[in-house]
């Protein structure tokens, strides 16, 4: 079986499958060979369609992937989160960081020992103060659990620590 890119006179391209070269030659002359698209038999090999249409799914489809691949040289990451801020919420963000810096002001900076003196506070050993400081995961749920009250202090998206 040979497979032929045939136009007929109209432009159309198809492709057609034949038994031989001398079949297709015999097909078209007896007219048995018409264009799926407006049933034309004045067709002949469309000359530029098999080179056209293999450079062009070549063309296509593998150099988009080569270069995007090279160029970021990393597969696909999974989407990270972003977002568009609007000036409320720039606004909130400000006002975010203002209790943020008082909060850090006028509290005693006590580290890693916060669970210790929110605790000592919370038993009434020492006075109480605004105290902030570090506390792991299962420290705060350990005080939450003793019923201590302390709040995160409040982050700002962009900041770590
Ligand atoms: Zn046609």
Known sequence: ?????????????????????????????????????????????????????????????????????????????????????????RELRKKLKELREHLIKNADYVGQKFPEEARKMHYGEIEHRSIYGEASPDQAKELNEEGIEFHPLPALPDERN
């Open 1 to 89: 079986m040979i497979r032929y890119a045939l136009a007929c006179d109209k432009g159309h391209v198809f492709e057609s499958w034949f038994q031989s070269s001398a079949a297709y030659d015999k097909q078209v002359k007896r007219g048995l060979v018409t264009c799926p698209v407006c049933d034309s038999a004045k067709v002949e090999k469309a000359i530029m369609a098999p080179q056209l249409s293999g450079t062009k799914k070549r063309g296509e489809a593998s150099p988009p992937q080569e270069v995007s691949s090279s160029a970021t040289a990393t597969p696909p990451e999974a989407p990270a989160p972003v977002a568009m801020v609007s000036p409320q919420e």
